[in-house]
């Protein structure tokens, strides 16, 4: 069975950093996508940074240049640094992976078979 989970989260001021991560468990395949998502209140959910098993990486316009993501597959984790954070970025950020057939396109990530994690929250003040 697949698990997510995400940490990370916080308060942070205009200009601060934070990274968030995600532990993962139970992948059945070696051969994956794994993204970050975030929604802000009365917002669509957005794909913001995505990455697959080939090592193909790809952000959204509204993040590229601030935010990296990254894994670390000893520790079965993801990772989403976080810089020059602004108020517009507050939202639920969630990761999720996906399995069988999946797409990395402008920082989002689909697949056939897809697994959340339960979000952090992530607050920027001015």
């Known amino acids: 069975q697949v698990q997510l989970a995400e940490s990370g989260g916080g308060s942070v001021q205009a200009g601060g950093s934070l990274r968030l991560s995600c532990a993962t468990s139970?992948?059945?395949?070696?051969?994956?996508?794994m993204g970050w998502f975030r929604q802000a209140p009365g917002k669509e959910r957005e794909g913001i940074a995505a990455?697959?098993?080939?090592?193909?990486?790809s952000y959204a316009d509204s993040v590229k240049g601030r935010f990296t993501i990254s894994q670390d597959n000893a520790k079965n984790t993801l990772y989403l640094q976080m810089n020059s954070l602004q108020p517009e970025d507050t939202a639920m950020y969630y990761c999720?992976?996906?399995?069988?057939?999946?797409?990395?396109?402008?920082?989002?990530?689909?697949?056939?078979?897809?697994?959340w994690g339960q979000g952090t929250l992530v607050t920027v003040s001015s």
């Open positions: 999720a992976a996906g399995f069988g057939t999946f797409s990395v396109v402008r920082g989002k990530m689909s697949a056939d078979r897809e697994v």
């Open positions: 139970g992948f059945p395949s070696d051969v994956y996508a």
């Open positions: 990455l697959d098993s080939y090592g193909f990486i």
